[in-house]
């Protein structure tokens, strides 16, 4: 096994240790509490917290993959180029308004709970996926485009054998992109009642205890790190496999 593939495995195994038997860490964070704070947060179920947390962001990710790989489609066909500008614009909005602006804008139309985050983790994380779909269309050889033409093969056919194949790897690097951000900045959906792991980090912050804090951050941050690595992976391999794509 590979030193980095090995150190990936111990992070994967202590994250799950810690969500099933989170008692069992308490003499780890000890040290970081004061006046005899308990070490462990065991106000909510970490295990359920952090499973809500990726639920959380795995429908906006997956929702905000699905609109800006479909717009990324249409504006690089001949009949949609027209509407680049406004999909760009689309994409754009979660840039232009930070999450927690988006927070204040939906909680009182959507109340308060998952909603609001959602949308404000979909919007946000639009862009990247968007522009590195928008690359990896544009991008591919037209040499290629015209030797599958030559071969018989339909716009249709084109499309979803050749040109998504060569420009997957660029995909699934802007999908990593929006699902790192995502795990992170979902923590302020605790801030709307939403269940994340930022329960865990409000928590030590109103209570003015930092094991809360370090403990909240830590699951956070080896989700994020477990996550990026797993889409690189899929990104190496995608780019590996993009050369069978070739017609002849």
Same mark, same amino acid.
């Given at each position: 096994m590979k030193p980095g593939l090995f150190i990936r495995a /111990?992070?994967?195994? =202590? =994250?799950l240790a810690f969500l099933l038997w989170p008692e069992a860490f308490a003499p780890v964070f000890r040290p970081f #509490?004061?006046?005899?704070a308990p070490p462990i947060y065991l106000q909510s179920d970490l295990m359920g917290l952090a499973l809500n947390? +990726?639920?959380l962001v795995l429908i906006a990710v997956g929702l905000g993959a699905v609109i800006a790989v479909g717009l990324g489609i249409l504006v690089t066909r001949p009949a949609g180029a027209e509407f680049l500008p406004l999909s760009r614009a689309i994409a754009n909005v979660g840039q232009t308004f930070p999450p927690i602006a988006v927070l204040a804008l939906t909680v009182p139309v959507l109340g308060f709970g998952p909603a609001p985050t959602l949308v404000a983790l979909l919007l946000y994380g639009l862009l990247p996926i968007f522009e590195n779909t928008l690359t990896g269309l544009s991008g591919v050889d037209p040499a290629v485009a015209e +030797?599958? *033409? /030559? $071969? /018989?093969? #339909?716009d249709r056919?084109?499309?979803?054998?050749? !040109?998504?194949?060569? +420009?997957?790897p660029l995909i699934l690097s802007g999908i990593r992109v929006s699902t790192v951000i995502a795990i992170s900045t979902a923590t302020i959906g605790s801030t709307v009642a939403a269940r994340t792991l930022g329960e865990v980090i409000i928590g030590g912050l109103l209570s003015n205890n930092p094991a809360f804090i370090l403990q909240g951050g830590l699951v956070v941050g080896a989700m994020a790190v477990l996550?990026?690595? $797993?889409?690189s992976w +899929? !990104?190496?391999r995608a780019a590996? *496999? $993009?050369? *069978?794509? =070739?017609?002849g």
């Open positions: /111990g992070i994967a195994l =202590l =994250l #509490t004061q006046n005899d947390h +990726a639920m +030797a599958a *033409r /030559g $071969a /018989g093969m #339909t056919q084109r499309l979803w054998q050749v !040109e998504m194949p060569l +420009a997957l996550t990026h690595d $797993a889409f +899929a !990104e190496r590996r *496999r $993009a050369g *069978r794509a =070739l017609p």
